[in-house]
């Protein structure tokens, strides 16, 4: 069993910048697979990105790619996400999430979730 806690989320401006960290506690952080979801208010939640085991294969939303980038320090047990050009429609509680498989953007598939954490950006 993993535990997961997001950290990192603000308020800030379109065109600005934010990196989320997600740390892990309990057993063999690298033995799963990491990923990135997001919900808006009214929405239902979406995958943003994710990163297999060993950090060697990352695979993004449509919406992240070319402006976020995720990486994973298995030493420290933390996966982060960096968020660039951030756009207003990228407002949303942003959530990690682990599991045992391999590459999966399906929720359904993730066992384990963060509380979240809270992303603003105003224009």
């Known amino acids: 069993q993993v535990q997961l806690v997001e950290s990192g989320g603000g308020l800030v401006q379109a065109g600005d910048s934010l990196r989320l960290s997600c740390a892990a506690s309990?057993?063999?952080?690298?033995?799963?697979?990491m990923g990135w979801f997001r919900q808006a208010p009214g929405k239902e939640r979406e995958f943003v990105s994710l990163i297999n085991k060993s950090g060697t294969g990352t695979y993004y939303a449509d919406s992240a790619k070319g402006r976020f980038a995720i990486s994973r320090d298995n030493a420290k047990n933390i996966v982060y996400l960096q968020m660039n050009s951030l756009k207003p429609e990228d407002s949303a509680v942003y959530y990690c999430?682990?599991?045992?498989?391999?590459?999966?953007?399906?929720?359904?598939?993730?066992?384990?979730w963060g509380p979240g954490t809270q992303v603003t950006v105003s224009s």
């Open positions: 309990g057993r063999a952080f690298s033995n799963y697979t």
């Open positions: 999430a682990a599991h045992r498989g391999i590459f999966s953007s399906s929720e359904a598939d993730y066992e384990y």
